[in-house]
């Protein structure tokens, strides 16, 4: 009768830990799905800003044409990727190789370097590239963790059982670093 009793124990323990194991599993899928959430929100606030750039731009400096079309383009194909970070992290190097190239041309413009509406949006950049890392961080980091669940033993073995697999980091280059400096001349 007592073997009965530890066999059922045993039985149960495992169960239990079975389904805290697959709860924790989900759990952290969640988290990094919420996360992923919040940096897709975080880049389509990056590409709402991009036309104003590219308008604002394009008031001063017209035949800069070419630079403008990539830009354009790049958002584009940024904005149409969808899915996975490592599905969308291509488009989104080349949307801010452009974004910065889009920056190197507003520079030769005294002009539009002094406009306030330009001014203000690449603070309204820089406020939304800082936004998207912070998203990132905390993305990366929910990763880090669910990786390392699915990784360990014996959460693995559940992670296997119930085709819970790695998850792809999300890394992006910011478009720009710090707020532009007006200086007087």
Not at 129 to 147: F, K, L, S, T
Not at 153 to 163: I, M, N, R, T, Y
Request: avoid cysteine.
């Amino acid at each position: 009768m007592i073997a009965v009793y530890v066999v059922v124990a045993v039985v149960l323990f495992l169960a239990l830990a079975l389904g805290v194991s697959y709860n924790r599993l989900v759990h952290g899928r969640s988290m990094v799905a919420n996360a992923w959430h919040n940096i897709d929100t975080e880049l389509q606030r990056r590409y709402d800003l991009v036309p104003n750039l590219v308008e604002t731009v394009r008031g001063y400096a017209a035949h800069e044409q070419r630079v403008l079309e990539q830009v354009t383009a790049a958002r584009a194909a940024a904005a149409a990727s969808t899915g996975p970070p490592d599905a969308q992290e291509g488009p989104e190097r080349a949307l801010v190789g452009e974004l910065r190239g889009l920056l190197a041309v507003a520079e030769r413009y005294p002009d539009l370097k002094a406009s306030e509406h330009f001014l203000a949006l690449q603070h309204e950049l820089v406020d939304t590239e800082d936004r998207i890392q912070v998203a990132r961080r905390i993305y990366n980091a929910n990763v880090r963790a669910q990786n390392t669940r699915v990784q360990s033993f014996p959460s693995a073995l559940v992670a296997g059982w119930f085709g819970f697999g790695p998850v792809p980091y999300f890394e992006v280059d910011r478009a720009v670093d710090q707020p532009p400096v007006v200086r007087a001349e």
